[in-house]
């Protein structure tokens, strides 16, 4: 074995544990933030955000014009170019795209909204608009893209216009006719708010293959923040009447207190929330209304992604190729070329090194990404 202070030199040369963690869709430690509107008044670019190990899924909004064409989106201070009809050409937005996925993010174009002008007749009418989202954010082509030649991981729909005409018939047409055309696993979300059933997609949620349900907790009377918090009907319509039976419910919150007129709740109340109902089959995550809010609330992701590790079950098997080991004072120490750790335990696993010795490593940063400094003891 090595002695502490020939490892720490060695070590020098050895990167701290860097991985990109694949994207889970079973994982319960998932979080979701919207981005593009500005709620805060401060939103950077969306690279920015794809940066921080907290977040797993973007999603843009909004397009908030549609069917009608040019098709109308409004990112708030993210996009102003046009192409000659008026659509948005948002090469910045696009490139950061790409650099998110490179990431391990996900990153969905969000449909609806509280504002905008949209919503079908007809079911026919939804099944054709399936295709210019295809041909327009998707794997297909236009001659006009407002993200050119990048990709999205799929469509949210976040309806609140009480018109549900049309969506199950879009679901289905984008699942049936276009996704099985791609080269990667597309996913359809959808944000009801929490009053069951929800006014504007009922119909989607109970009759199309929905990947990630994220329930507006907030702004109604069911958030968390009183007695009348409805998590167990949105676990039950996940057992009992989604198509899609591994569904994930995600719990919505507002990013900071100015996020929303009312529901807002602190991270205790997160975190006592989450211990309640985190061991739910159903549940995927923490959604949160927005990216501006809650980075210029003490980054409020980081705070949630920190409970929901907490809570985590191991859902996964991920094997590093370095390890930068230091040791407690007065342990012996020895390095370890690869290892494997049962994902996502926040703090410690249990291996066996290279001389039998069973050992359990701590990890000094909690996200699944990116760990530091890995501390050796003898079990």
Request: one cysteine or more; charged letters at 10%.
């Amino acid at each position: 074995m090595l002695s502490l202070i020939k490892l720490l030199s060695a070590s020098l040369a050895l990167p701290l544990i860097q991985a990109v963690s694949a994207f889970d869709a079973s994982s319960n430690s998932n979080v979701a933030v919207y981005w593009g509107q500005n709620s805060a008044g401060t939103q950077g670019r969306l690279r920015t955000y794809c940066d921080d190990n907290s977040i797993d899924i973007f999603l843009l909004s909004f397009l908030n014009d549609f069917p009608a064409t040019p098709l109308g989106l409004n990112f708030a201070n993210a996009c102003g170019n046009t192409f000659p009809d008026g659509l948005l050409n948002c090469d910045q937005i696009a490139e950061d795209i790409t650099y998110c996925q490179s990431k391990g993010k996900k990153v969905l174009l969000s449909l609806g909204g509280q504002a905008g002008t949209y919503g079908f007749t007809s079911d026919a009418q939804a099944t054709a608009f399936a295709a210019t989202l295809w041909n327009t954010f998707g794997e297909g082509t236009a001659s006009e893209r407002p993200f050119g030649t990048a990709v999205v991981d799929g469509f949210d729909l976040d309806i609140e216009n009480k018109n549900p005409t049309g969506y199950t018939a879009l679901v289905d047409a984008l699942r049936t006719t276009y996704f099985p055309k791609g080269t990667k696993q597309y996913y359809i979300s959808a944000a009801p708010q929490c009053p069951y059933p929800d006014a504007s997609l009922s119909d989607v949620l109970a009759n199309a293959y929905i990947d990630f349900v994220f329930v507006q907790f907030y702004n109604n009377y069911c958030s968390l923040a009183g007695t009348l918090f409805n998590w167990n009907t949105w676990a039950n319509y996940a057992a009992s009447v989604s198509p899609n039976k591994n569904v994930k419910i995600y719990v919505g919150l507002a990013g900071s207190s100015s996020a929303a007129g009312s529901g807002y709740v602190d991270v205790a109340t997160v975190r006592s929330t989450v211990n309640s109902i985190g061991s739910s089959s159903a549940f995927g995550g923490v959604l949160i209304w927005d990216a501006s809010q809650a980075q210029a609330n003490n980054n409020f992701a980081a705070s949630m992604k920190s409970i929901l590790l907490a809570n985590a079950k191991p859902s996964s098997t991920v094997t590093y190729k370095s390890a930068q080991i230091t040791s407690n004072p007065g342990k012996d120490v020895t390095s370890i070329a690869t290892f494997t750790t049962v994902n996502p335990d926040p703090s410690y696993f249990t291996s066996t090194n290279s001389d039998g010795h069973a050992v359990v490593y701590h990890y000094n940063t909690i996200y699944q990404t990116t760990w530091s400094t890995v501390y050796v003891t003898e079990a």
